[in-house]
Structure formats: C-alpha cells, structure tokens
C-alpha cells in the first residue's frame, strides 16, 4: 500500500440530524487540500489497519477544509462509534484521496435519489446543478426528517425536492417513483442509499442505455448472488511473476505474496484503488466500482474482490 496519507485536524462538529455529525476537517501546516469534484470520497484511517470511505460534502472551491458527515450505525465498536464518541475539535486524523468512483455530468435534467446518509455524495452535486440553473429533481427518503442531514438547505431549493419520510406516511415505492420520474425516458439518475434500494434499482434499470444510472456503495455487494469462487492462474506481466490464487485467496492476497506493490485501501471492492487493466482473460467482476458497462468491455478490473472467469488471467502488473 503506497503511502499518501494526508494528516488532518478536526476543526468543527456540527450535528446535522439525529445521529449524524458532519466534521470540518483542515489539514495540518495550513496546506491546501487537493482538489477534488462532486462525488467524491476519502479513506478514513483507523487503528489496526480499518480504513472507512465517506464522500466529500464540502464545498469542492475550498481547498481550506474539506468536510465529511458520518452516520453512528450503533456498532459499538465500528469507526462510526469511535468518530462519533472519541473526536473532538482539535484532534487528528489520518486520511486519504480524494478518489471519486460517482462521476457527476452536469446534464440539462437530472434525476437524485437519497436514502439516509446516501445525501453525503449528492449533496455536492445538487449545489453544482442549482448553481448551473440546470433542471433536477431530489427525492430524499428516511425514517423520519430529524434523521436527514442538509434538509433546511435542500428544502430552501424548495420543489425540487421530494420528502418520503416515513413517519409521515410518505413510504417510498421504487416503482411508482420511477414511472413518476419518466423511467427510462427519465433524466440521468444518481443514487446513494442502502444495498438493497440500490439492488432494486440495478434491476429494475437493466434496460436503460448506458450512463444512465450512477449510484454509489460504501458497503460490498452480497456474496449470495456471486457464483461460486474456484481456484486459477494468475500472470503478473509487468512482474514476471505467475502464481495460484485459490478459493479462499483473493488476486490482491496473491499479489502481495508474491512481493508486488498494489495500492489497496477497502479491500472489498466498494473503492476502486485497486483497479488493475486485464491484459487476458475475463474477470468475474464482485466489484461494486465499476458500471454493467464496464464490467462488460473487461477492461479493468478490482483484484481485492474480483476472480476469473476461466482458468488463466494475465494482469497488468
Ligand atoms: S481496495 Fe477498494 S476496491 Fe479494491
């Protein structure tokens, strides 16, 4: 793993709903932040080697702070716990990126869907389509709206947004939304929410044309669904290395075995740092980085997570 950490301080807390707290981050020795777009994502550095990715929900024309909202899940001993109960303003973090695998197209319409904390990657780019006077349309599902951060803000953009919070009886249905939104026919749509809405979603869009769906995922897809894992060969061309990866081995395992640098961060394919170019062969893509599209052109693939399709795979390595 190449180190490019960048060390931060932790300059506010503000309390954006129930159970989530945006942190203002600067970084140390008064240096600019890199630059980075809507959609994107940093690695948060924990102990024993943990690394979290939350979006950037900043202002992308400051290069003074950059800023993060991070949901408590209630895991007593996940790194939302420790953000939310052991941080302070003053202390430090180590973080990475920006990386930003939800590239945003300032299209004439778009489409935005939310659920919970999924807000944190739109919200940037929300302010980027207000601000170019282009037409779209949010709607933003929860529990209930003390539970949604940035809702004052996003309800000042007025009809543009769409409330389904629950307690108010207004229970979001994937399907009546999308025949409400114009379908296929409909804008571009970004989408950040649970792995199950966002399942649906992938489904229910199958026929759409490519780069119409974008969505986002901070958790990895269930292993269910993924065919069984079998054992292979794998040729590092650039190392001149060829070696075994079984089935409880991941390529990336393999690769590190065998002495080769790999940058690597969430090591479940929800980052895209460990994106490798497919020299031969067919992946048997696991990823949650990467569109149908491109899991189909086989160009790339995530070697923490994704296998081979058939008995040999050359990587550009
Ligand atoms: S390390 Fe994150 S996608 Fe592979």
Redesign the pocket.
């Known amino acids: 793993m190449l180190d490019d950490t960048i060390e931060v301080t932790v300059g506010d807390l503000v309390d954006e709903a129930i159970d989530i707290k945006r942190f203002v981050l600067h970084r140390t020795g008064n240096l600019d932040f890199p630059t980075w777009t809507p959609g994107a994502h940093i690695d948060v550095l924990f102990a024993e080697g943990l690394v979290r990715q939350y979006s950037l929900c900043g202002d992308p024309h400051r290069a003074d702070i950059w800023e993060i909202a991070v949901l408590h899940t209630g895991e007593s001993r996940g790194a939302s716990h420790y953000l939310h109960t052991q941080i302070n303003i003053g202390d430090r973090l180590s973080i990475r990126g920006p990386r930003n695998n939800f590239k945003f197209n300032l299209d004439s319409s778009l489409r935005f869907l939310a659920a919970g904390v999924g807000i944190t990657p739109i919200i940037s780019m929300i302010r980027a389509a207000h601000s170019a006077d282009v037409k779209w349309r949010l709607d933003y599902i929860s529990r209930s709206r003390k539970r949604m951060a940035f809702l004052e803000e996003l309800e000042s953009y007025s009809s543009n947004v769409v409330v389904h919070a629950s307690d108010e009886g207004r229970v979001f249905k994937l399907k009546h939304y999308l025949i409400d939104t114009g379908g296929v026919y409909g804008a571009p749509l970004y989408a950040c929410g649970p792995a199950r809405l966002l399942d649906e979603l992938t489904t229910m869009s199958e026929t759409w044309p490519e780069d119409y769906l974008h969505i986002e995922r901070f958790r990895p897809k269930s292993d269910a669904s993924l065919p069984d894992r079998h054992s292979f060969t794998v040729n590092f061309a650039l190392s001149g290395v060829t070696a075994q990866v079984n089935q409880r081995e991941t390529i ?1 395992d393999v690769a590190e075995q065998s002495g080769i640098l790999v ?13 490798t170019d497919i020299i031969e062969g067919e992946a048997d893509h696991r ?3 990467l569109s149908a599209a491109e899991q189909a052109q086989q160009r790339t693939m ?4 994704s296998r081979s399709k058939g008995s040999n795979l050359v990587l550009d390595l």
Not at 266 to 271: F, M, Q, S
């Open positions: 990336l940058v690597s961060s969430c090591r479940e394919g929800t980052c895209g740092t460990c994106e990823d949650s980085v995530m070697i923490c997570c």
